[in-house]
């Protein structure tokens, strides 16, 4: 199918043949040399007729390998030439991977299979480079050799990947500057989706990711979080989350009902908690939490830390100034907040209320306060008129 060009060809020796119309085609053997331009060494062999009644050749690799496509990527196995062009059964291996297929196609620039069988990537530094462990199972393999891309996609199973501890669905990019990936990856109760991964031995980052933690309830995450860049630590058991854009509220935690844009938070995985933080270059007002429960009616507070307990369903919100319900801003007992299930507010005890914001001459102090909405809160202190 005008696969190839005249750079690719066998060179025959000049020979002679006699009553070539009688003769039984099977019984020809041409010895000369295969030049593949590049694609493998030169090698001799003989041409003969093949089953699909064209001139080809089966050539067995030496046990030491062909580099293919001037790389230090090797081929095992054998080199076939007939009408589908020029194929092995082979194993193949590139950089830290090694892969077996049932059949694969070299063109010119290019190495195409859609039979993967099986193979793996080791984990571990090479020339400066870190790759992490992944296994592979019925995958499909394009290597643009002259782009210095391997682009593998699993057929059926997600690639195992980091002993095992996550499962990939997509393609994942091998080259000398490290592997890269497009997909999803479901890892130690959590799921990413990205078509922007890094992925090094210990630790991979996805950008413009959507990033859950799972909870028991399929369709209620513990954490969801929209495009934002994450920093998954295999090693270190955490995970870092920070929204793309400053000051947009990309992280959600649906048993809490509240939105924050807070920008770091990093999952602990092994004692299941997630702590965030405002660093001190981030202003205040970039920092928010806001409340998606209706009944709250939109109420919204800044602040500048928070840790939400997985396991007990709590978040504590720390470093809030005020938070403004109706037409008065109250200050929270050492400027935090106890978030429960379902938005709602621990009741504030100690609280310091003023109710006119215009002229603060009214006061409410030593105050304990229930805050029901944006526009509605209820309590008992003692009154202050300046």
Known sequence: ?????????????????????????????????????????????????MEDKS???????????YNMYGTTGKLYGEVRLDQQGITSPGNIQYLTANLNTESV?????????????????????????????VKLKRYEVNWLAKKDSMN??????????YDSLGQFDGTLTLSTTGLLGEGEMDIQGSTTNSEAYTLKEEEFEARNSLFV????????????????????NVAAQNARVSPEVQGLASIEFPFAQYKTSIPEAEWDISNKVITMTKPDTVPIEKSFFYA????????????????????????????????????????????????????????????????DTASFNHRLYNAKIEILSRNKFRGEGTYELV
């Open 1 to 49: 199918g005008n696969a190839y060009d005249s750079t690719i060809y066998f060179d025959v020796p000049p020979f002679q043949l006699d009553s070539a119309a009688d003769a039984d085609p099977s019984t020809f053997a041409f010895a000369g040399t295969f030049h593949s331009n590049g694609i493998f060494p030169e090698f001799e062999e003989k041409l003969v007729a």
């Open 55 to 65: 001139f080809g050749f089966v050539h067995a690799v030496p046990d030491t390998g």
């Open 105 to 133: 196609t070299f063109y010119l620039d290019s190495m195409y299979s859609d039979k993967g069988i099986d193979g793996d990537i080791a984990p571990g530094d090479l020339n400066g480079t870190s790759y992490p462990s």
């Open 152 to 161: 593998l996609r699993n057929l059926e199973d997600p690639f195992s990947i």
């Open 213 to 232: 933690v799972k909870s028991n309830n399929p369709r209620k995450p513990i954490l969801r979080s929209d495009d934002v860049r994450l920093s998954y």
């Open 292 to 355: 998606t429960n209706k009944s709250m009616d939109s109420l919204v507070f800044n602040a500048t830390n928070a840790t939400y307990d997985i396991d007990k369903q709590e978040m504590i919100v720390q470093g809030i100034p005020q938070i403004v319900v109706a037409d008065a801003l109250i200050t929270p007992d050492s400027n935090q907040v106890k978030i429960l299930e379902n938005a709602e507010l621990e009741s504030l005890e100690n609280a310091v209320i003023i109710f």
